[in-house]
């Protein structure tokens, strides 16, 4: 009887699931928010100057791997198993990538959706007692959409920096009258 529950529970999860990934592909790939969430992930890449082309090529082929992944529900190992098979990583640098990856294709995505509502920024919220101080000195402050706080010398939005497991609560500014 529980394996059978079980069952039930995972194909109503799997079944959810796909019709998410059928929405954000749409979103993605057919909507303005797409492609403003392409466009904060290019730039991103942009303002890593001190890379080699080569370097950038591959950087953009993850961040799209990563874009596909938030879309299609995937995991950050998912994303990891890519980075190792590409050759030359450590796994734990390789671990490291697939989670700000996530992370900022994420935090591209919720943007873009933001910003198409209207919204100026977020609040800055943080994972727990594990949290680095300076993302901890952030915790509940407002942060424009157009303003990325610098810290440790990285600039980026909550969950899009390295190792960062916070995350933005958007401001949804209330409908016009």
């Not at 529970?9 to 392409?38: C, F, Y």
């Not at 991103?44 to 370097?55: A, C, D, F, G, N």
């Not at 950038?56 to 190792?84: F, K, W």
Request: hydrophobic share 40%; proline share 6%; glycine share 8%.
């Amino acid at each position: 009887m529980f394996a059978q529950v079980e069952q039930e529970e995972w194909n109503q999860w799997k079944s959810v699931s796909e019709e998410i990934g059928a929405g954000l592909r749409d979103v993605v790939g057919n909507t303005p928010v797409g492609q403003v969430a392409q466009d904060i992930v290019s730039r991103q890449i942009q303002l890593m100057k001190s890379l080699p082309l080569e370097v950038a090529d591959r950087v953009m082929d993850i961040q799209q791997r990563a874009m596909q992944a938030v879309i299609t529900g995937e995991r950050p190992d998912e994303l990891y198993e890519m980075i190792m098979a590409s050759g030359d990583v450590a796994a734990s640098r390789a671990q490291l990538i697939a989670r700000t990856e996530i992370g900022r294709a994420t935090g591209a995505l919720t943007q873009a959706r933001a910003l198409s509502v209207g919204s100026e920024g977020y609040w800055w919220r943080i994972e727990g007692a594990g949290t680095r101080d300076s993302h901890r000195k952030m915790k509940d402050k407002f942060i424009r959409w157009d303003n990325p706080p610098t810290l440790d010398g990285i600039t980026g939005h909550a969950g899009c920096l390295p190792n960062c497991k916070c995350w933005p609560e958007v401001h949804v500014p209330p409908p016009r009258k």
